[in-house]
């Protein structure tokens, strides 16, 4: 079955840090570039991350240099290190496969909010 639980989410003022965590089914994990997602209140879900089967990496502008997505095959998951986080930041973070449609099944996201 689909599965896709984010958490880690919290509360941070601006200059911390979290990592997120994303449990996807193991079919979806295994055969997909994976992504993370958010989606501010008032405004569109933007992409931000993704992570290819082999290791390749790229980041939306708004977050190069502060986030890192990894992924952990024995465990089915896609991490996400945010540092540096800045208030721009807070939003609902989700992951899904690269560039997933709004059709699809989507999670419950995890709630990040950075504070000045």
């Known amino acids: 079955q689909e599965r896709l639980v984010e958490s880690g989410g919290g509360s941070v003022q601006a200059g911390g840090s979290l990592r997120l965590s994303c449990a996807a089914s193991?079919?979806?994990?295994?055969?997909?570039?994976m992504g993370w997602y958010r989606q501010a209140p008032g405004n569109r879900r933007e992409q931000i991350a993704r992570?290819?089967?082999?290791?390749?990496?790229d980041y939306a502008d708004s977050v190069k240099g502060r986030f890192t997505i990894s992924r952990d095959y024995a465990k089915n998951l896609v991490w996400l290190q945010m540092n540096n986080l800045k208030p721009d930041d807070t939003a609902v973070y989700y992951c899904?496969?690269?560039?997933?449609?709004?059709?699809?099944?989507w999670g419950n996201g995890t709630q990040v909010t950075v504070s000045l």
């Open positions: 992570i290819t089967l082999r290791g390749t990496t």
């Open positions: 193991g079919r979806i994990f295994q055969t997909s570039i």
């Open positions: 899904n496969i690269d560039r997933a449609s709004s059709r699809m099944y």
